[in-house]
């Protein structure tokens, strides 16, 4: 069974970082491209940035583009998405998502998301 | 960016009946249409994908269609267990942007 569980999230300052991971198993990770998408409270569900299978590709939005970075340890099955110089605007839950193996930019599997507030 | 218009933003229906939710592209996607099921508390999950292909272990009364810029999920015989949230979202072209939602609940 496809397991995503991340970590990492909580209180920061605006223009301070964080760093999310997010742990695989149940599947070879390192056949999957992944996803981040981020959903602020009672909104909608906002796609973040993609990584191919072997790290060497990476995709963002352009509101995260230079501050965030989407990473990925293939030896660990673990996923990791870095945000620097974060704004109010980035508070929401982010999941980690597999590609679809067909459609690369379907999410395919979800993990139960890590909460990331930005507040004074 | 591509626009996604879902409608309608919320409806309520009676065990068995069947509803229609409604997704309009801003422009032309070829079909490359996911639909997501969000139960209350819960992450995201993949219930239709290019349009109208069923996702694995998704039970048969959820179906999809559409073509162009307008799509539709229909749900046949409502269950109690369908009370979610739906979105759409097109993965056509970057960045991959998902329709508002439909909030369907049980009257």
């Known amino acids: 069974e496809v397991q995503l569980v991340e970590s990492g999230g909580g209180l920061v300052q605006p223009g301070r970082s964080l760093k999310l991971s997010c742990a695989a198993s149940g599947f070879t990770f390192s056949n999957y491209g992944m996803h981040w998408i981020r959903q602020a409270p009672t909104k909608g569900l906002e796609w973040v940035a993609s990584?191919?299978?072997?790290?060497?590709?990476?995709y963002y939005r352009d509101s995260v583009k230079g501050r965030f970075t989407i990473s990925r340890d293939n030896a660990k099955s673990t996923l990791y998405l870095q945000m620097d110089s974060l704004r109010s605007e980035d508070t929401a839950t982010y999941y980690c998502?597999?590609?679809?193996?067909?459609?690369?930019?379907?999410?395919?599997?979800w993990g139960q998301g890590a909460s990331v507030t930005v507040s004074s | 960016d591509i626009q996604m218009t879902q409608s309608p933003a919320s409806l309520s229906a009676s065990l068995g009946e069947t509803v229609t939710i409604e997704c309009l592209a801003s422009e032309d996607i070829y079909s490359n249409l996911a639909w997501y099921q969000q139960k209350p508390g819960k992450s995201p999950q993949l219930l239709i994908y290019y349009a109208n292909s069923l996702n694995d272990g998704v039970p048969s009364r959820f179906s999809g269609s559409g073509s162009g810029t307008q799509y539709s999920l229909k749900i046949n015989s409502l269950q109690s267990e369908d009370v979610s949230i739906y979105f759409c979202q097109q993965n056509y072209d970057s960045p991959y942007t998902f329709g508002a939602g439909t909030k369907l609940e049980l009257k």
């Open positions: 998502a597999t590609a679809s193996g067909t459609y690369y930019y379907v999410m395919d599997a």
């Open positions: 990584i191919s299978p072997s790290g060497g590709s990476t």
